[in-house]
């Protein structure tokens, strides 16, 4: 169906839909020599970077016609730097979620207080220093690994936000490789 614009004398618009059967009336003449019904003129949606690109949309009165324009723009440096930070965050909290990161600063620092002799008994007393055992090693180790990959991954974005211009495919898994 098509659409048309009714152009008011300050040529504001007012958008409806009107019915193929519907006459436009072709003798109403506006000031700037179009009629005050207009066909609308939409272009199609443009292919984007989604996180470094936006849609820019204009409506331009023509005589002949009102065109919804659409171009593609680029944001602001701040928030295509932003994007590449979030998609960090994302991979980061989807490995390791903010409660799992907890969990492993808090055990990380229990076995190192264990190594120090920093832990306290029931009774608020220290406890004497100890080797880790076997068991205790391996998960601190574990948790040095999930740390190291977290740690690639904050450098990587660092890589990616400080490359010119920022990779439109700053999103894709060969991107994130560490």
């Excluded at 700037?32 to 820019?56: Q, S």
């Amino acid at each position: 169906m098509p659409r048309y614009a009714r152009i008011d004398a300050d040529l504001s618009i007012v958008r409806y839909a009107v019915d193929d059967n519907m006459a436009i009336a072709q003798h109403k003449v506006h000031s700037d020599g179009g009629l005050f019904w207009r066909p609308v003129e939409e272009d199609a949606n443009p292919p984007y970077v989604f996180g470094l690109e936006t849609v820019k949309v204009e409506t331009i009165v023509e005589v002949n016609r009102v065109h919804i324009k659409k171009t593609v723009e680029a944001l602001p440096s701040q928030d295509q730097i932003g994007a590449i930070k979030a998609q960090a965050s994302e991979r980061i909290l989807k490995a390791y979620p903010s409660w799992k990161q907890a969990n492993m600063t808090a055990r990380q620092g229990e076995l190192l207080r264990i190594v120090l002799g920093e832990m306290l008994d029931a009774n608020g007393d220290l406890v004497t220093a100890r080797a880790l055992t076997v068991d205790e090693k391996a998960e601190l180790m574990a948790i040095n690994v999930s740390w190291d990959w977290i740690k690639k991954i904050r450098v990587r974005s660092n890589e990616l936000e400080a490359t010119s211009p920022l990779p439109a495919d700053y999103a894709s898994d060969s991107r994130w490789i560490v």
